[in-house]
């Protein structure tokens, strides 16, 4: 049974992408790590490994540059070196990257500043 207030066109994969990886993991059905939606760089030129300050004080390392599947902007994943953060590296069930419980942040580019 549908969820309340949830159609089928809602959940549908758009024209075109029917039966792709995208489509796919639109649906909920893509392997844990979805690689396919993770990029080499951010539109800023963050790359995995770079080290960063976030809200300038907290500070930590790129683990995940790309989109998520909750929302259609970039996002750049952090492994924090201390735990400020609110997670592990998944969220809403899919695992970006891997770090200790605490540790991690997905965040804009906006909200982080490269060092180093």
């Not at 909920?28 to 790590?33: E, L, Y």
């Not at 997670?87 to 804009?108: N, Q």
């Amino acid at each position: 049974a549908a969820a309340a207030g949830v159609t089928a066109a809602a959940v549908a994969p758009p024209p075109g992408l029917a039966g792709s990886a995208p489509a796919a993991a639109a649906l909920g059905d893509s392997p844990a790590r979805p690689q396919s939606l993770e990029q080499s760089t951010s539109m800023t030129g963050l790359r995995k490994g770079d080290r960063i300050l976030w809200q300038g004080r907290h500070a930590g390392t790129v683990a995940y540059v790309g989109r998520v599947h909750f929302a259609p902007d970039e996002f750049i994943g952090v492994a924090l070196d201390q735990a400020v953060g609110g997670g592990d590296g998944a969220w809403h069930g899919r695992r970006y990257f891997s770090c200790p419980r605490g540790h991690g942040a997905l965040l804009r580019d906006a909200e982080v500043m490269k060092v180093g």
